[in-house]
């Protein structure tokens, strides 16, 4: 589910409800399982481009999302240039009073991760600036403020985003909630909208399997009409090295001997087959 951000959101609601789950909890793993029947296949291409100049993270909450909880969901994506290198989808801690909270929470998240790619690239000589895309007009404005004002409730801990933006260590910027791809991992989208994120992260849905993909020998002589894998596997024997090193081990002291027979760590596997059709 860490790789696919189309159901990123749904399988963080089914683990949630891992530790005490209820009869009714079964529907969600049921309803996710129905739809990668439908969509078993999930591409990512990373097309070649030139090195960027920027990375950027898009964030988006889902306000009291949680019925039972009224927890917020914090959702976004990282890009560095046209390739997509994150997604999460978390629930938040604590419960947020209004939605600018909430939001603001979410951006928090996404500027850490961003400050946190800049900081590995720098490591490797790459230096680029950094922007953080919300649709959240409310919190850009508790950022872009200096302290809390009349909101005195808020955690302490997510003014050091005013400290970041004030030195301009990155730009933070609106987007329009419909082009916002992080609301993918906030919330349940219709097929139309989830694919049309998709498609601005480079990702895309498919079917069948990949030409590269692996072929289980097992099923491949199945399907061919025999049992050959179940008689050629009958022709191995596994030896281990004390069965012919206990003889002489045992004039050399009967205690090695013993323990030799006991340690059955090392083995070999030994052809009985004709040699034509050694593997």
Not at 169 to 175: A, G, I, N, S, T
Request: glycine letters at 6%; hydrophobic letters at 40%.
């Amino acid at each position: 589910a860490q790789d696919r951000a189309n159901i990123q959101y749904a399988c963080k609601e089914a683990s949630r409800r891992m530790s005490s789950s209820r009869e009714a909890d079964w529907l969600m793993p049921k309803r996710i399982a129905r739809y990668l029947l439908g969509a078993p296949r999930f591409e990512q291409k990373f097309v070649w481009q030139d090195e960027p100049a920027q990375a950027d993270a898009y964030t988006d909450s889902d306000w009291a999302g949680c019925r039972s909880t009224c927890r917020s969901t914090s959702g976004g994506a990282l890009k560095f240039g046209k390739h997509c290198l994150k997604t999460w989808s978390s629930t938040q801690a604590t419960v947020a009073l209004p939605s600018a909270e909430a939001e603001l929470c979410a951006l928090t998240t996404g500027a850490s991760q961003v400050l946190g790619l800049m900081s590995l690239l720098e490591d490797f000589g790459v230096v680029v600036s950094a922007s953080v895309r919300t649709h959240a007009r409310a919190a850009i404005g508790i950022v872009r403020r200096a302290g809390l004002g009349k909101l005195r409730h808020l955690n302490v801990r997510y003014l050091w985003l005013q400290d970041k933006v004030r030195e301009e260590d990155f730009e933070l910027l609106k987007v329009p909630g419909l082009a916002n791809p992080a609301d993918l991992m906030t919330k349940h989208l219709s097929r139309v909208d989830a694919d049309m994120h998709l498609a601005s992260l480079g990702m895309h849905l498919g079917s069948g399997r990949a030409v590269t993909a692996l072929t289980l020998g097992k099923l491949a002589t199945k399907r061919a009409g025999g049992h050959e894998a179940t008689r050629r596997s009958n022709m191995f024997t596994t030896v281990h090295p004390s069965d012919f090193l206990s003889r002489n081990l045992w004039d050399f002291h009967p205690w090695l001997a013993i323990s030799s027979r006991l340690d059955k760590t090392a083995w070999r596997t030994t052809w009985h087959g004709p040699s034509s059709e050694r593997p």
